[in-house]
């Protein structure tokens, strides 16, 4: 598979709407990849907490409407990175979105982990509850987003409902970059996954992002990685070595723990 990861920047000086189409613009560059990832809350900044209201919309409000398009003119698989989601009762979710190569939407996630520690969006945004997957040609994703790469039953989960490609749109702070990469390939090591580590640059509401987005297979080794600006992060990978991988050191197989309730006596 051919995937491309857009790290983009946001710009506090950018408009919303110039940065959907930007968006819009970089995603049908990459025509000719299979799969394509945008990074976590790129139309308002994950650390933008101030702006969350003013900019959410209804799941198929405007973001979702570029990004369908986006995915049909490229021909690709997008996952669209997530947006702030209006819920019906007025609810905000960060929602991620994932288009086929002729623009249906095949799957939306409503992010598991909130952050924040009781302010921010731990505070602002309602908690997903279902963990999803989506079913490509090639390989089966597994969807995620930022600080949910701290909760490794998350990942165990996914894999359970059949993952072998563990998608994680991001806004990562630059501060705990370390966190970021350690944490990746911790997932893909645990899990005997590919994972694709998507993050943004610049700075969201004076907090510097992190970048580095990161491509990792199921040994743990890094594949790819982006440095700290603006940039699309290119790979080839081939999916069927997460299959080979889990065969030949069954791992996985060996689960003693969560595989049943626990009884007490």
């Not at 613009?25 to 907490?49: I, K, M, T």
């Not at 209804?58 to 819920?87: C, D, I, N």
Request: hydrophobic share 45%; net charge negative; with cysteine.
């Amino acid at each position: 598979m051919h995937a491309s990861l857009i790290q983009m920047a946001i710009d506090p000086d950018e408009s919303v709407n110039s940065r959907r189409e930007r968006a819009a613009s970089l995603v049908v560059a990459q025509r000719g990849a299979d799969l394509v990832v945008l990074p976590e809350l790129w139309p308002v900044g994950a650390f933008s907490y101030t702006d969350f209201a003013d900019e959410a919309e209804p799941l198929q409000g405007p973001t979702h409407e570029a990004m369908a398009k986006a995915a049909a003119e490229a021909g690709v698989w997008l996952h669209a990175g997530s947006f702030v989601e209006r819920a019906e009762d007025g609810t905000l979710y960060n929602t991620s979105l994932v288009f086929s190569p002729e623009g249906r939407r095949a799957a939306a996630y409503r992010k598991i982990h909130r952050f924040g520690f009781d302010k921010g969006e731990a505070v602002l945004m309602g908690a997903g509850e279902e963990l999803v997957t989506v079913a490509l040609p090639e390989t089966i994703l597994g969807l995620a987003t930022c600080y949910d790469l701290r909760f490794p039953e998350q990942f165990r989960g996914l894999v359970d409902a059949g993952a072998e490609t563990l998608v994680v749109a991001a806004g990562w702070p630059e501060r705990r970059r370390a966190h970021w990469t350690l944490l990746a390939q911790a997932r893909a090591v645990e899990n005997q996954a590919y994972v694709l580590a998507v993050g943004s640059s610049g700075t969201h509401a004076g907090v510097e992002q992190a970048g580095h987005s990161i491509v990792v297979d199921p040994w743990g080794e890094v594949l790819a990685e982006a440095g700290p600006a603006e940039e699309v992060l290119t790979v080839e990978f081939d999916p069927a070595r997460t299959v080979t991988t889990r065969e030949q050191f069954p791992a996985l197989k060996d689960r003693r723990l969560g595989l049943a309730p626990r009884r007490h006596v």
